[in-house]
C-alpha cells in the first residue's frame, strides 16, 4: 500500500551523554521523492538518518516508515536499507555476493537472486564485473555496489549517507545525476544527507537545511536558493552578501533599513516587522553590479564601497569590494564581464534591484 | 626496493635463521639425544626408538596425555569465546581504560603467586560452601585447573582477537543489517570471517599455553598430572632418565607443528579463498587493478 508520506519524523531527538545531538525535529517525505538533508559537518543530519535507519535509539520522539511506526525496531525490522559513505562492502565476498546478501538472507531462489542481482549491476553499469572483489574496485565503483546491494532488496526506502563524499569532484557530478536517474527509474524514496549544496541542487526534489541540531528551513531548491527564509539558509547556499541593520520605516510592501554603510529599501515580503526590528538583508551576488556613479530612480538600491580585487574563475569573475565598515561584498558576473574595471582602492557603488534585496528576520 | 643489493636480503634472511637456529639449538640437542641409545652425552651415536617405545607403554603417560589434551581443548572452548565477547565489549565500550586494565591484570601475577592464591581461594570457598550448603564444588580437580588455566589464558586470546578486530569497520555489520541480517547473521556471516585469522590464532595460543603450563596445573590439580606436570615431576624425582628426553622432544615437535601448521594454512587460506570468489581463469588482482575508473 502507497502512503503520502513513506517517511515521517516526529519531535525526533538524540543525545549522546551530555552532548545534544538533535534538538527536536519533525518533517515529512513524500513518498517517491528525492529528499536531501543538507546542512555543515556536525549539525545533526547523518544523526537523523541513522535513527531513521534504526542505528541509533531515539531519545525522544517517533519515526514512522511507510505510515509504521518503527521506532522501537532495529534496522533488519525496518522498511529501508542505507548506503554508506565508504567501507561497507563485505571485503570478503565479490560483487555478486556483495550485491546478493540481502536476497540469500530472504531464502529466495537462486534463480531468482541471480536474475535480479544482474538486472542490478546492469542497472548501476557494472555488468560483467561480478566476480571482482571490493578491493579491487575504485571508489566510484565499490559506491554503485552498494547502491545495487541496497536497491536490489526493493524496499521503499534508500538512505544514503553522504554516497559521493569520498569521490573526487568529477565523479561525484557524474555520479550525482546518475543517482537523480535512478531514483526516478525505481521510484522509490531517497533521502540522501550531504554537505554538498551543489550535489543537493543536482539532486533533490526537496532540501531540508539541518544545522546545530536543528531543522533551520524545508523547501524545494529553487525555492531555498532563490527565497531563503533564515540568513543561516542564505549564508550556507549559493554566495550570498548578508547586511545586518534595523528596520528604521515600514511601509505596507516595503520597509526601509538602516545598515552600517547607508540606508537601503527592501521589499517586506509580507513579514509582520516594527521599527527597530533588527533584520538582514540578503543579496545574491550575481544580482549585484559595481559602478562609479550611484543609480538614479527609486528601482535600485546602492551602498558606497572601494573596489579590492577581481578573480577569473573561467566561467564566472568574483569581484570583490569592502564596504565602509571593512565588510567585504561579493558580485560575480559572467565570463570576464562587460562591466567598467577599477584599480584597487577606487571608490565606487554596489548596486542592485530594489526588488533583489532579500528581507531576513530569522 | 628495487636498488637495493640482493646480498643485503640474503644476509638479514641468513641472520634471522642464524638466531632462530642458536635458540632452538637445546632443542633440536634434546630431540638428537632422544634417539641416541647411549643416551645424554656420549661421543657415541646408535639410533633407536627404544625410549619412544617405553613412553607409549607407560600407562602413565598415555594417561597424562589423555587428561593434557581435554583440558587444553576445554580451555579452548571456554577462553576464545569469552575473548571474543570481551573484545566484542571492548570496542563498543565507552570507558574502554578499566576494562583493558582489568582484562589484562592476570598478566602482571606471577604465576606461582596466582597459582597460590587461587589454590587457597579454591580451598576457603570449598571449605565455606560445604560448611554452609554441603556443597563440593571446588575440591581440588581438573576444573579447579580448568579455571585456573581460563583466568590466565585469556588476556592472551582477547590482545589476539582485538588485534584483528582493530581492522574491522562497524559500518559492515550495519549494512548488513539495514540488508536485513539479524546481530547474529551480520556477526557470523560478515564479521567472523574477518576476525577468523586472529580467533584461530588465539585458539592455537591457547592451546600451547595449556599445554605447556605447569606451575598452576601442578598446584590446582587434584592429583591427576597432565604431560608437562608428569614431566616435570619425574625429572624432578628421577633425574634426566632418556624417556624424559623423548618427552620433551614431543611436547616441542607438538608445539612447533601446530603453530607451522597454523602458519601455513593462513597463509595459503586467504589466497585460496580470495581466487575461488574470483572465479577460476581470472588473472590475478596486481592485473586488474589498473584502469578501473
Not at chain 1, 75 to 83: A, E, L
Not at chain 1, 183 to 193: C, N, P, Y
Not at chain 1, 245 to 264: C, F, P
Not at chain 2, 57 to 73: D, K, R, S, V, Y
Request: charged share 20%.
Amino acid at each position: 500500500m502507497m502512503t503520502e508520506y513513506s517517511v515521517e519524523v516526529e519531535n525526533l531527538g538524540k543525545d549522546f551523554g551530555p552532548v545534544r545531538a538533535l534538538n527536536t525535529v519533525s518533517f515529512q517525505v513524500r513518498s517517491g521523492s528525492y529528499f536531501v538533508l543538507l546542512g555543515p559537518s556536525g549539525g545533526g543530519k547523518t544523526t537523523i538518518l541513522r535513527l531513521i535507519g534504526g542505528f541509533e535509539r531515539p531519545s525522544r520522539g517517533h519515526v514512522r516508515l511507510m505510515g509504521q511506526d518503527v521506532t522501537g525496531l532495529p534496522p533488519n525490522k525496518r522498511g529501508s536499507t542505507m548506503v554508506f559513505q565508504n567501507y561497507a562492502l563485505f571485503p570478503h565476498m565479490n560483487v555478486e555476493r556483495n550485491v546478493g546478501y540481502g536476497l540469500k538472507l530472504r531464502r529466495l531462489p537462486k534463480q531468482e537472486i541471480r536474475e535480479r542481482m544482474e538486472a542490478m549491476l546492469e542497472m548501476v553499469g557494472l555488468a560483467g564485473l561480478n566476480r571482482r572483489m571490493p578491493n579491487e574496485l575504485s571508489g566510484g565503483q565499490q559506491q554503485r555496489v552498494q547502491l545495487a546491494r541496497s536497491l536490489v532488496l526493493g524496499t521503499d526506502i534508500l538512505l544514503l549517507d553522504e554516497p559521493l563524499a569520498s569521490l573526487d569532484a568529477k565523479l561525484r557530478k557524474e555520479m550525482c545525476l546518475e543517482l537523480k536517474h535512478i531514483q526516478e527509474r525505481v521510484g522509490i524514496t531517497f533521502l540522501h544527507v550531504t554537505h554538498n549544496q551543489e550535489e543537493a541542487m543536482t539532486i533533490a526534489d526537496r532540501i531540508a537545511v539541518i544545522a546545530d541540531g536543528d531543522l533551520i528551513e524545508e523547501a524545494a531548491p529553487r525555492e531555498i536558493y532563490e527565497t531563503p527564509q533564515t540568513s543561516f539558509t542564505a549564508g550556507f547556499i549559493g554566495e550570498n552578501n548578508l547586511f545586518r541593520g534595523r528596520i528604521e520605516k515600514v511601509e505596507a510592501d516595503h520597509v526601509t533599513a538602516v545598515l552600517s554603510a547607508g540606508k537601503v529599501r527592501v521589499p517586506r515580503r509580507g513579514l509582520e516587522v516594527s521599527e527597530e526590528q533588527e533584520v538582514t538583508v540578503s543579496i545574491r551576488s550575481e544580482l549585484l553590479t559595481l559602478t562609479a556613479s550611484p543609480p538614479e530612480g527609486d528601482g535600485n538600491q546602492s551602498l558606497p564601497a572601494e573596489f579590492v580585487e577581481q578573480v577569473f574563475l573561467g566561467l564566472t569573475t568574483n569581484y570583490l569590494a569592502k564596504l565602509e565598515d571593512g565588510q567585504q561584498v561579493l558580485a560575480r558576473g559572467i565570463g570576464e564581464g562587460e562591466g567598467e574595471s577599477f584599480a584597487p582602492g577606487a571608490p565606487l557603488h554596489i548596486v542592485w534591484e530594489t526588488k533583489d534585496g532579500l528581507l531576513l528576520v530569522k | 626496493m628495487e636498488y637495493s643489493s640482493p646480498w643485503a636480503n640474503r644476509a638479514k634472511w641468513c641472520y634471522l635463521l642464524g638466531v632462530v637456529f642458536c635458540l632452538m639449538l637445546p632443542v633440536f640437542y634434546t630431540i638428537y639425544v632422544s634417539f641416541n641409545e647411549f643416551g645424554f652425552g656420549s661421543p657415541k651415536y646408535k639410533f633407536t626408538l627404544d625410549y619412544y617405545v617405553n613412553l607409549f607403554q607407560n600407562e602413565e603417560i598415555l594417561n597424562a596425555l589423555q587428561w593434557t589434551l581435554i583440558l587444553c581443548l576445554l580451555t579452548v572452548v571456554a577462553t576464545v569465546p569469552m575473548s571474543l565477547l570481551a573484545a566484542k565489549f571492548y570496542k563498543s565500550a565507552r570507558n574502554k581504560v578499566p576494562f583493558l586494565i582489568l582484562m589484562l591484570m592476570p598478566l602482571f601475577i606471577p604465576a606461582d603467586i596466582m597459582a597460590a592464591s587461587l589454590l587457597v581461594f579454591f580451598k576457603n570457598l570449598n571449605h565455606y560452601l560445604n560448611a554452609w550448603l554441603g556443597l563440593d564444588w571446588f575440591n581440588l580437580s581438573w576444573y579447579t585447573v580448568w579455571i585456573g588455566q581460563i583466568l590466565w589464558t585469556m588476556p592472551y586470546a582477547f590482545v589476539i582477537i582485538l588485534i584483528t578486530m582493530s581492522r574491522y569497520r562497524v559500518q559492515q555489520t550495519e549494512a548488513a543489517r539495514s540488508c536485513g541480517a539479524t546481530a547474529w547473521q551480520a556477526f557470523w556471516q560478515v564479521e567472523f570471517p574477518q576476525i577468523r585469522p586472529g580467533v584461530f590464532s588465539s585458539c592455537a595460543f591457547v592451546f600451547i599455553l595449556a599445554f605447556n603450563e605447569y606451575t598452576r596445573t601442578n598446584l590446582l590439580n587434584g592429583g591427576f598430572a597432565t604431560f608437562t606436570t608428569y614431566v616435570v615431576n619425574f625429572m624432578l624425582s628421577s633425574g634426566m632418565e632418556p624417556e624424559v628426553y623423548a618427552m620433551s622432544a614431543m611436547i616441542s615437535v607438538t608445539s612447533m607443528v601446530v603453530i607451522l601448521s597454523l602458519i601455513v594454512y593462513m597463509l595459503t587460506r586467504k589466497e585460496l579463498r580470495e581466487s575461488e570468489e574470483r572465479g577460476a581463469g581470472t588473472p590475478p588482482r596486481s592485473a586488474t587493478m589498473a584502469g578501473t575508473g
